[in-house]
């Protein structure tokens, strides 16, 4: 099953997760990285490079996400889940990605 149904994640969406948690995982790794290089590292000039091809694919494939999110819709949440734990979850799904936009436009924006 690709898209979602009203009772699990289709592989699409399941694929979109994980990929982006490795992507924002390892641009965390590699930019921690990055601080300690000096001037004569052979890394100097090629992992910023690095860093910014897949940060750009991670923004595509967060953008994907949202595009994804309004063709295949969300499962409907369990019922045994109080009120206020829907609307945290739903403050948290909305910090997280509002973050990682402002995360993003603001490596594009350094980089230019």
């Known amino acids: 099953m690709l898209k979602n149904t009203p009772t ?11 990929l982006s948690a490795i992507a924002v995982i390892g641009l965390f790794s590699v930019g921690y990285w990055m601080v300690d290089l000096t001037y004569y590292s052979s890394w100097y ?8 091809s897949v940060g750009l694919l991670l923004l595509g494939l967060t953008l994907l996400r949202f595009v994804w999110r309004t063709i295949s819709h969300a499962p409907s949440p369990l019922s045994n889940h109080q009120p206020w734990e829907k609307r945290a979850a ?23």
């Open 45 to 52: 000039q090629t992992a910023p490079h690095f860093h910014k």
């Open 8 to 18: 699990g994640y289709g592989l699409v969406t399941i694929m979109i997760h994980w």
């Open 90 to 112: 739903k403050w948290a799904h909305t910090a997280l990605y509002t973050l990682m936009l402002l995360i993003m436009c603001s490596g594009i924006m350094i980089s230019t």
